[in-house]
Structure formats: C-alpha cells, structure tokens
C-alpha cells in the first residue's frame, strides 16, 4: 500500500509539474502574437517544430531504454554511463555538423540570411539531450519533486529572458543613464525573433547547469555489447517517436513549401499556428487524463469487471471533451482575446483542430488495450499509418486549401488511428464501449455550436445576447447528457 501511495504522489508531482509547465508556455502565446507580425510568428512555429523531430532523433530511444535495462541485472550506473557517453558523442557530432553547416542548411530552409539560427538551435538540442538521461535518473531514484522543480525552473527561466529582450531591453534603449547602457550591450533590435530562440539557448544552458550534479561520478566509457543491446531495443521507440511527430508537427514544419502562395506562407503559417494554440483547454485535458489513466487502467486489470470499468471511463472521457469542445466555441469572442486580433482571421479553423485532438484523445483511451496485452507493436504500427496519412493528405490538401487543409489533415490522421485502435482492440482485447454516446455527444455538440453560428448570422445579436445564449446552450447540453447519464436509466445495448 506504501507503494501504490509514493506512486499516486509521484504521479500527481509529475502531472502537476507538466500542467503547469504548459500553462506556463502557452502565456507566451499571447505574448508573441502582440509582439510579433504573423510572419515572424511563423519562423518561430516552424524551427520548433523541426526542432521536435530532432529531439526524437538525437535521443533515439535513450531514455526508455535506460529505465529498461537499469531495471535488469547491467545495474543502473552501468547503463547510466553508457547511455550519458552515445548521447555525448552522438549529440556533439551531430550539433557540430550542423554549425559546420549551418549556412547550407540556413539556404535550404530559406534562412540564407540567418544562419545563426541553425547555430542556435544546435546548441540548444545539444544542451537539451544531455539533460535527458540526469532527468531520467531523477525518476529512476524517486526524486520528483527535483524533477519537477527543475522542469519549472527551466520554463521560468525561459519566460524571463523572452521578456527581458523583447519588452524591457526595447523599453531601456529609449531611455538614457544605466538601464540604456545595459540595454546596448546585450540588444540589438536588428535580432527581433531571434531572441526566442536565444532565450531557449540560455534557459537550455542553464538548466543543464542546474543538472552538473547528476554527473557526478560518470565514468564516460562504453559498453559496447549493451550499447547494442539498447540500440536495438531503443529504435523501433525512435520510428515511432518520428511518426508521432509527423502527425503532431509535420503541417507546421513543411507549410511554407506547400502552401498555394509561397510570398504568404509565413503569414499564414502564423496564423495557423497561434489558432492551434486555442485547443489549449482540450490538449491540457487530454495531458492530465494521460497521466492519471494508465496507472489506472493497470491496477484495475486483473479486477473483476475492468472492461465495464474501462467503458465507462471511455464515456466520461467523450462527455468532457465534448463539453470543451462546446465552452470554446461558444464562447470563443473570449478565447479569441488569448492571441493578438491580427491572427483572428484563422479562427475558422479551430472548431476542425478541437475535434481532431478529441479524436486523439480517444485514440489514447483505446490505446490501453495494447498496453495491458503487451502488444505494443500495434501502437507503433498505428502511428507509421497515421504519419503516411498525414504526408499524403498534406500534399494533397495544403496547396489547395492552405492552413485549413492542414487542420483537416491533422483531424483525418487522428480520426482514422482512433478506428484503426477501436476495431483492432474490439479484435483483440474487447472492451464494451458505448459507440453510440461516443458518436452522439460530440455530434449534439457540432450541432448545438452550428445551429449558434446560424442563428448569429441571421439575426446578427449583441455581445451580451451572444454570451447569455451561449450560457443557455451549455446548460441545454449539459441537462441532455444528464437525462442520458442520470443514475437508474435503463439503457439497452
């Protein structure tokens, strides 16, 4: 019981940390899209999400495999430094390269004039794959509140030097005496959008700093025949992490070589994505659930009635974001304010990215049965799937349709692994879930928000009738599912 108990706090601490470290991120959201013009905004979503894709390439599975063979006989200090050494010597080879090359690299993505960009992200993947095995042993030795703590301190770090650059130095060089002085030696208003990067830079730095302690004692040598044991067992996680982030990432990072106008693409891809951002409430939902769920689905395994159990989590789930769905949308005038008015113009868009990440969330409720049979292979096998949709339907779409393309892409990809999971498992591991309420409460709610959206058209209402209709119409839903849900209602199957 003691255990289950440290386990239950370590999951909160983590999922706690997380949470807010998101929350955290996305309040730069409205403060980039007030800073900066669209296009500005754009250079910003697409590096990082290059930067996504490397992040799974440079620690190649290193981490997972870690805790795998820790836990076995090789004796964590053992694998510790042989997993800290690759990461060592494949990072450093693999950021050098990359500043060798930056110029060439900074002309193929279009940057030519900016290769300190590729620089900078170098350095920052460096600083960031050496920080992953020391956070893994602060998990592996039951430290979560260090982890969490240094998590946090880095996301801090990152906020102040966003506004230390891009609000107070601006603010300084306008005045004279010693906050100019200061302003003049590290500003230069010539970087602009650079200084995100450059904040990431330091808080990378730093955090690696924060983490010297957990070198200590690391002997940098190699094991070669575990070394290969941890390859192998670390790439099929390396394939899969890819395709993840194709479906996650990949609209953003490829846009500007799709899109139908090549001399907007970066405004556009600005737009896009600060209006992904508003699926903030459902992507944080979707985070907790995650974190909460599968030591959940795990301890009621081998229960008497866990697939009931397990189904009736899955309607719940479906309830929830449903009714986020309906909170956003009917009172977007209010969500709308989280980014600057100049990106609103995507706003179209939103409605299409919220179903597509419940969706994905479901597809991660269904994903349980893979977990508790071991059969594992199925989630990788869905995720390639997914990413060869995504491809296909990015090249397909985008140059027709532009970002909105792209968020139907994203919906299809998440819509179609949600089947894939559902109708395999239904096969393999077959749990009773309510496909009718599944399908029903979210189709009440596109028909709810629409029959809104028409009724505004025509009658063309005042802010506050909109607000008090919206507020009616989320009681109405909410009394529907209660009539549906309430305690003694016979439902037949």
Same mark, same amino acid.
């Given at each position: 019981?003691?255990?289950?108990?440290?386990?239950?706090?370590?999951?909160?601490?983590?999922?706690?940390?997380?949470?807010?470290?998101? &929350?955290?991120?996305?309040?730069?959201?409205?403060?980039?899209?007030?800073?900066? $013009?669209?296009?500005?905004? +754009?250079?910003?979503?697409?590096?990082?999400?290059?930067?996504?894709?490397?992040?799974? =390439?440079?620690?190649?599975?290193?981490?997972?495999?870690?805790?795998?063979?820790?836990?076995?006989?090789?004796?964590?200090?053992?694998?510790?430094?042989?997993?800290?050494?690759? &990461?060592?010597?494949?990072?450093?080879?693999?950021?050098?390269?990359?500043?060798?090359?930056?110029?060439?690299?900074?002309?193929?993505?279009?940057?030519?004039?900016?290769?300190?960009?590729?620089?900078?992200?170098?350095?920052?993947?460096?600083?960031?794959?050496?920080?992953?095995?020391?956070?893994?042993?602060?998990?592996?030795?039951?430290?979560?509140?260090?982890?969490?703590?240094?998590?946090?301190?880095?996301?801090?770090?990152?906020?102040?030097?966003?506004?230390?650059?891009?609000? =107070?130095?601006?603010?300084?060089?306008?005045?004279?005496?010693?906050?100019?002085?200061? @302003?003049?030696?590290?500003?230069?208003?010539?970087?602009?959008?650079?200084?995100? #990067?450059?904040?990431?830079?330091?808080?990378?730095?730093?955090?690696? =700093?924060?983490?010297?302690?957990?070198?200590?004692?690391?002997?940098?040598?190699?094991?070669?025949?575990?070394?290969?044991?941890?390859?192998?067992?670390? !790439? /099929?996680?390396?394939?899969?992490?890819?395709?993840?982030?194709?479906?996650?990432?990949?609209?953003?990072?490829?846009?500007?070589?799709?899109?139908?106008?090549?001399?907007? @693409?970066?405004?556009?891809?600005?737009?896009?994505?600060?209006?992904?951002?508003?699926?903030?409430? $459902?992507?944080?939902?979707?985070?907790?659930?995650?974190?909460?769920?599968?030591?959940?689905? #795990?301890?009621?395994?081998?229960?008497?009635?866990?697939?009931?159990?397990?189904?009736?989590?899955?309607?719940?789930?479906?309830?929830?974001?449903?009714?986020? !769905?309906?909170?956003? $949308?009917?009172?977007?005038?209010? #969500?709308?304010?989280?980014?600057?008015?100049?990106?609103?113009?995507?706003?179209?868009?939103? /409605?299409?990215?919220?179903?597509?990440?419940?969706?994905?969330?479901?597809?991660?409720?269904?994903?349980?049965?893979?977990?508790?049979?071991?059969?594992? *292979?199925?989630?990788?096998?869905?995720?390639?799937?997914?990413?060869?949709?995504?491809?296909?339907?990015?090249?397909?779409?985008?140059?027709? #349709?532009?970002?909105?393309?792209?968020?139907?892409?994203?919906?299809?990809?998440?819509?179609?692994?949600?089947?894939?999971?559902?109708?395999?498992?239904?096969?393999?591991?077959?749990?009773?879930?309510?496909?009718?309420?599944?399908?029903?409460?979210?189709?009440?709610?596109?028909?709810?928000?629409?029959?809104?959206? +028409?009724?505004?058209?025509?009658?063309? /209402?005042?802010?506050?009738?909109?607000?008090?209709?919206?507020?009616?119409?989320?009681?109405?839903?909410?009394?529907?599912?209660?009539?549906?849900? *309430?305690?003694?209602?016979?439902?037949?199957?």
């Amino acid at each position: 019981m003691s255990s289950i108990k440290q386990l239950a706090g370590q999951t909160a601490v983590y999922g706690l940390s997380s949470i807010i470290g998101r &929350l955290l991120n996305y309040l730069l959201v409205p403060f980039y899209t007030r800073i900066f $013009m669209a296009q500005e905004y +754009g250079v910003v979503s697409e590096l990082f999400a290059w930067v996504s894709f490397l992040a799974v =390439l440079y620690t190649y599975g290193m981490e997972t495999s870690f805790f795998h063979f820790a836990n076995k006989s090789h004796g964590t200090r053992r694998v510790y430094n042989t997993g800290i050494t690759s &990461l060592l010597i494949s990072s450093v080879l693999l950021s050098g390269m990359a500043i060798l090359f930056s110029g060439s690299i900074a002309d193929t993505l279009d940057y030519g004039k900016h290769p300190e960009y590729i620089t900078w992200f170098a350095l920052i993947i460096l600083f960031d794959t050496l920080t992953t095995l020391p956070f893994a042993l602060l998990r592996k030795e039951n430290k979560a509140l260090r982890f969490a703590t240094i998590r946090l301190v880095n996301i801090v770090i990152n906020i102040f030097f966003n506004v230390f650059f891009l609000v =107070l130095c601006p603010a300084w060089m306008k005045e004279e005496g010693l906050m100019h002085a200061i @302003a003049s030696l590290v500003y230069s208003p010539t970087t602009g959008v650079g200084y995100v #990067f450059i904040s990431n830079l330091l808080a990378s730095a730093i955090t690696l =700093l924060i983490l010297l302690p957990q070198f200590k004692g690391v002997r940098l040598q190699i094991d070669k025949p575990l070394l290969k044991e941890m390859l192998i067992y670390g !790439f /099929p996680l390396l394939i899969a992490g890819m395709a993840g982030m194709v479906n996650e990432t990949l609209d953003r990072a490829v846009y500007k070589f799709l899109a139908p106008d090549a001399s907007k @693409a970066m405004y556009e891809l600005g737009i896009y994505s600060a209006c992904y951002k508003l699926s903030i409430i $459902m992507t944080l939902f979707i985070q907790t659930f995650r974190y909460a769920a599968e030591p959940f689905f #795990f301890s009621h395994y081998a229960a008497d009635g866990s697939k009931m159990v397990y189904a009736r989590v899955m309607n719940y789930f479906v309830i929830t974001c449903s009714f986020i !769905f309906l909170l956003v $949308m009917l009172f977007m005038d209010i #969500f709308k304010l989280f980014i600057g008015e100049a990106f609103r113009s995507g706003l179209h868009v939103v /409605p299409v990215l919220l179903m597509a990440n419940l969706c994905l969330g479901i597809f991660y409720n269904l994903s349980i049965w893979y977990k508790l049979t071991g059969q594992t *292979r199925y989630g990788a096998a869905f995720s390639i799937t997914g990413a060869i949709i995504t491809i296909v339907l990015l090249f397909v779409l985008v140059p027709r #349709f532009g970002y909105t393309g792209a968020a139907w892409a994203t919906l299809i990809c998440y819509a179609s692994m949600m089947l894939m999971s559902y109708f395999t498992g239904q096969k393999n591991y077959p749990i009773p879930y309510d496909v009718r309420k599944m399908i029903l409460y979210p189709v009440m709610g596109l028909l709810i928000y629409y029959s809104m959206i +028409g009724a505004n058209l025509i009658l063309d /209402p005042s802010a506050t009738v909109k607000f008090i209709t919206a507020v009616v119409l989320m009681v109405i839903f909410s009394g529907m599912v209660w009539m549906i849900e *309430r305690p003694g209602r016979h439902v037949t199957r």
